[in-house]
Structures are given as C-alpha cells and as structure tokens.
C-alpha cells in the first residue's frame, strides 16, 4: 500500500469507501421493500436476515458472478439495522484495525465490501483473518464474497484464506445468491441443512431453525422469535402490496419495529 496511508479515526469509519468497488457510476441503491417485489427473496427471509443483524448477528452474502445482487441486499439489510448499532466500514488492503482501541465489541457491526484480492480496497489475506478472529470479541460482520454454494463459501474462507473455523462459527446467516435471487440461506454452524431454500416458484422454510436463531441471537423464547418474524414479514409484505417502495416508505414505516415491544427484545 502507498506509504501515504494514515491510521484512520472513527469518524472516517462511519463513512463507506469503495463500497461498491471501483464503479465510476455506482448502482442505485434499492430498498428491502423493492427486492422483495422484484422476488429477488421473500418477506421472510427478508424478515429474518433483518432480525440477525438487528441483534447485533452476522451475514455474509455470497454469488459466483459479478453483479449477482450481493452488495444490493447487503445495502438494503443495513437501512433497516438500529442506530444503536455502531457501523465500521473496513478499508481493505489500508487497514489499520485503529478501531479495535475505541469500538464497543457488542454494539460494533463490521462491513467489507467484498471478501477477495481482486481489488486493493477489498478485505483478504492477514487482515480479513484478524478481521474474522474479532468476532470471538463480540463484533459481528457483514460483507459479501464470490461463491456458488455454501460448501463452496465456507472452503474458500476456511482453506484459502485461512480463517479459523471457531471464528467462522460465529456467522449467523450464509445467504448464496444466484442470477440476482436468493437461493439458499445457512447457518454456518450447519451448513449442510439450509434455512431457506428456493424450491421452484417459492422459498421453503425450516420455521423451527429460524426461530430458534432469532430467539438465541435475541435471548427471548422460540414463540416470541416466530412473531417477530412474522410481524416484519408482514410488514414488508404489505407495503409491496400497497406499492410502497421507497426508501423513505421502508424507513417510515419499518425500522420503527426496531424499537417495538413484543415481548422479544428486539
């Protein structure tokens, strides 16, 4: 890296840099509301991946090709996150980790833009590593990578880049995106069984794991987990049934639930 690289404060990690790549005409962002009119996912998967990261989870987002929609979702998830919830947006190959000495670990969520050497702004080697061992100290991550499958996903963090499979646990929710749709969604802790999965037409749900994630990522019983999935659910639905798209629609009328008190803490 150029020897003019400076430590970075914490009021430029609240500021995203390259966060679409190099893209002289970055895309127009999208709001949650209009990916799941457009069936890029479901009101529930959106509902969940929402919960995850409300409670301070992490999700990773992964799609073989390029502008597969990775960084779109991921974009769309973070306008519904809490604003208690602190945003570090990682600087690549420049980072310096300064944050390490101010941030609160739980309140704390990281975000890389993409996780490959294809670009100097993007996060691999020694420091996408530590940046993953952070996770043992209570942060958690959001970030997207190029892979076709969860197995596929999970080889190239744990052989190819090295991450220790203990930080790699920490990860709530895999979700593997395929022509712009989501097409499976997996807790890393098991993999090989998918919480989401898009079945022809439509998404199958594993209700039981999903409300067993949100209700541990939470600390609230299982039936508290399943209304606060269904609330959101229903929520997004209905404000693409009613064509309310936009984001100022999506702020308005869904991050508000951030804040509500049905019993789950969430």
Known sequence: MPCSVRPLGPVDYATPVAWWGWSEEPPVAMTITELVAARDLDARTAALAWLVLAGHGSVLIAAQQPHSGKTTLLTALLDLVPER????????????????????PRRTLLLANELSAHLPVYLWGVKAVRSFHA?????????????????????????????????????????????????????????????????????????????????????????????????????????????????????????????RNEGEHA
Do not use: K
């Open 85 to 104: 919830i602190a945003r570090v947006y990682l600087r690549g190959g420049a980072e310096t980790f300064e944050f390490l000495q101010r941030a609160s």
């Open 135 to 259: 996770l043992r100290d209570g942060y958690a991550i959001g970030a997207t990578l190029h892979a076709d499958s969860a197995g596929e996903a999970i080889a190239q963090l744990r052989d190819e880049l090295g991450a220790d499979p203990r930080d790699l646990a920490c990860i709530d929710l895999l979700i593997v995106m395929r022509e712009r749709r989501v097409r499976t969604v997996h807790r890393l802790r098991d993999a090989r069984s998918a919480l989401v999965r898009l079945d022809g037409a439509e998404w199958a749900h594993d209700r039981a794991a999903e409300t067993s994630l949100v209700a541990e990522r939470h600390g609230i019983a299982v039936t508290a987990a399943e209304r606060a999935i269904a609330t959101r659910a229903g929520r997004i639905a209905a404000l693409v049934g009613e064509g309310a798209l936009s984001n100022e629609a999506a702020t308005r009328y869904l991050a508000p639930l951030n804040d």
